[in-house]
């Protein structure tokens, strides 16, 4: 049964942001090759102020946004003022439009407000939770309850890992309508290759040992992190190089620390990079560090290991559940002292990279499009 299908949601690209949320990009295509889908973004107001940054195509889908309006400051209130936001910029045509169902990817404020807005139109939802949205978001107060009852009345909840499943359920999903389905790998952008050519591409030495960090530059990535366990290296491997692909609050931070530390001259921040270019970076990387507060199953790593790089990331959320430890090592979030004997640790390891390979050949989009069809499919039709 083809569905026509509406996707709520602040994780995808858009002209002012264009590199947000690659993995709902592709997913979203991907179910666009299968079904009828629109996807439209909300846009923070503030966000929309500034300039636009490139343009958006996605083959398939229908997409559009919307400004998303709110009182700063007051994040108990932006439920309510997503759904105002939305129904007063799109709310006819959404009518109009004869949706089969919703799917609202982030759990606050999308979640909630697309639970209003799904009770509004008269069809049914499902929710897909990615990390802090309920790792973070909801241990508060306010905003809980209103997670709660979005993910109570929802005709399933996709997790992208066991442990945000186990977290939906905790918070008061139904256990039975909770499914948890891994992200895929685009198999054709992240493959195995030459190292030394990947580095003769991205201008990089080829003789130096790579350390490799890719994501948003924020304090709840572990990105300050990694720099502080950085000197650690360098005392034993001097010419290690530690490279940053991302942008974000923290780049002043770091250029800072960088320099007090001593090692600013092995630090590169190289700012954003295209989704479809990051292959070449986990190909030149001798490791990939994501030494993250708090996390669902970032694609980062699926994606290095996809290209045979190990990865050193921390042991939160879903992480444990795909970095078996011939791919890489784990160690406790916001450990210092730990991540820096793990860097020393997977620089001098000789790893299986064929078997890392083999291992991200697991996750693919094809499976992943698979088990959301019929997540879907059972929500609209009314059946657990």
Request: charged fraction near 20%.
């Amino acid at each position: 049964m083809r569905l026509k299908l509406l996707v709520l949601t602040n994780l995808f690209p858009t002209p002012w942001d264009p590199l947000r949320g690659a993995f709902n990009r592709q997913q979203f295509e991907r179910l666009g090759q299968r079904h009828d889908v629109h996807v439209l973004t909300a846009v923070d107001f503030r966000e929309r102020l500034g300039g636009v940054r490139g343009a958006v195509e996605v083959p398939g889908l229908h997409t559009d946004h919307f400004v998303f309006m709110f009182p700063p400051g007051i994040g108990s209130l932006h439920a309510g003022c997503w759904f105002i936001s939305l129904l007063l910029q799109h709310g006819r045509r959404l009518r109009a439009e004869k949706y089969d169902g919703i799917l609202a990817s982030w759990a606050y404020p999308d979640a909630v407000a697309a639970g209003w807005l799904a009770r509004w139109l008269g069809i049914p939802y499902a929710v897909k939770v990615h990390g802090s949205d309920l790792n973070v978001m909801a241990e508060d107060t306010l905003r809980r309850p209103q997670i709660r009852s979005a993910l109570r009345h929802a005709g399933a909840v996709v997790a992208v890992s066991r442990a945000l499943a186990d977290k939906a359920v905790v918070i008061g999903a139904d256990p039975a309508r909770v499914h948890t389905i891994y992200n895929g790998v685009d198999d054709q952008r992240f493959a195995p290759g030459s190292q030394q050519e990947a580095r003769q591409r991205l201008q990089l030495p080829a003789d130096q040992p790579l350390l490799l960090y890719v994501g948003n530059l924020k304090q709840t990535k572990g990105c300050v992190d990694l720099l502080e366990a950085f000197p650690a290296l360098l005392a034993s491997q001097p010419q290690a190089r530690l490279v940053y692909v991302g942008a974000g609050p923290c780049r002043a931070e770091l250029l800072q620390r960088a320099s007090a530390l001593g090692c600013a001259d092995r630090v590169d921040l190289m700012g954003a990079v295209a989704h479809t270019q990051l292959g070449d970076w986990f190909r030149a990387a001798d490791l990939l560090c994501l030494p993250s507060h708090n996390e669902g199953v970032p694609n980062v790593v699926l994606e290095a290991m996809a290209c045979g790089t190990p990865v050193v990331a921390s042991r939160v959320g879903g992480i444990p559940e795909v970095l078996p430890e011939y791919a890489g090592i784990l160690v406790p979030a916001r450990d210092r002292a730990a991540l820096s004997v793990a860097l020393i640790d997977a620089t001098a390891r000789n790893w299986e990279r064929d078997r890392i390979v083999e291992h991200a050949r697991g996750f693919r989009w094809d499976d992943n499009i698979d088990r959301l069809e019929r997540v879907l499919q059972t929500v609209v039709a009314g059946t657990d």
